[in-house]
């Protein structure tokens, strides 16, 4: 006789709380000895499971480490996304979305570690990631794209020229062209490619946050992020900041 809908219900249940303890142990470990030296095998053992009942779950570590990183992005995204909700103007949903980034990273070090710090040999991330990834990026960029929509912009959006008047490198404007269509959001390209040097102004601060290069001069890092993410907002050209503060 088939399964009853309610014996199957069950089963789901304790598939998703043996899922859920497998994915918490490994995030432990990687606290503590960093995800090259992940593996099935420790994870098991830790939760009194043999490695061949924990292979019904993920089939290699590598499965196991990408279900990790899309959890980081997404709960990355899902912080800077609900960040960015409680804010209407550009600026004030940009700044947002930066201190989002960083408490977020504050308070899970290592799954952020996980997802911006050094590769993982031998470990190659599926198409599975790239949409929980993209995440952040889509918060950032639909700032920018308000800002123009609202015109919260102190400087022009132009078409190929930057503030200073000089034009874009001709090889920058076709990978410009491929973040817009795979972003989906229509901004233009100076504008654009002020937001990316933000954005990786923004990531740069936290990693060196985070690996300690701060440490002894700039920590806590708190006013230096601030000052820093204010001043990028200008620079991008997102108005409504103060000209002379932190």
């Known amino acids: 006789m088939a399964p009853t809908p309610v014996h199957r219900s069950a089963r789901q249940r304790a598939r998703a709380e043996i899922t859920l303890a497998i994915k918490e142990e490994a995030r432990r470990q990687l606290g503590v000895q960093g995800a090259q030296a ?83 040999p031998g470990y190659q ?29 102190t400087k022009t959006p132009g078409t190929t020229e930057n503030p200073d008047g000089a034009r874009l490198p001709a090889p920058l404007l076709p990978q410009l062209d491929a973040v817009v269509a795979a972003l989906d959001v229509d901004v233009p390209a100076p504008l654009l490619t002020r937001g990316l040097v933000a954005w990786t102004q923004l990531f740069g601060m936290v990693s060196f946050e985070l690996t300690g290069q701060f440490t002894g001069t700039l920590d806590p890092a708190d006013a230096f992020f601030s000052h820093t993410i204010e001043r990028m907002a200008d620079f991008v050209g997102l108005a409504g900041g103060r000209r002379n503060g932190g």
Do not use: K, N
């Open 38 to 120: 992940l593996s099935l095998r420790a994870v098991a053992r830790e939760l009194g499971m043999v490695s061949s009942a924990l292979y019904r779950y993920f089939t290699s570590r590598d499965d196991l480490l990408t279900a990790l990183i899309i959890d980081a992005y997404d709960s990355l995204g899902e912080a800077a996304e609900s960040a960015v909700r409680h804010h209407d103007g550009a600026r004030a949903q940009w700044t947002a979305a930066c201190h989002a980034v960083r408490d977020w990273a504050l308070r899970s070090p290592h799954e952020y570690l996980l997802i911006y710090g050094s590769p993982v």
């Open 125 to 153: 991330a599926p198409q599975d990631t790239i949409g929980p990834a993209s995440r952040v990026p889509r918060v950032l960029v639909g700032a920018l794209a308000t800002a123009v929509s609202r015109g919260e912009l």
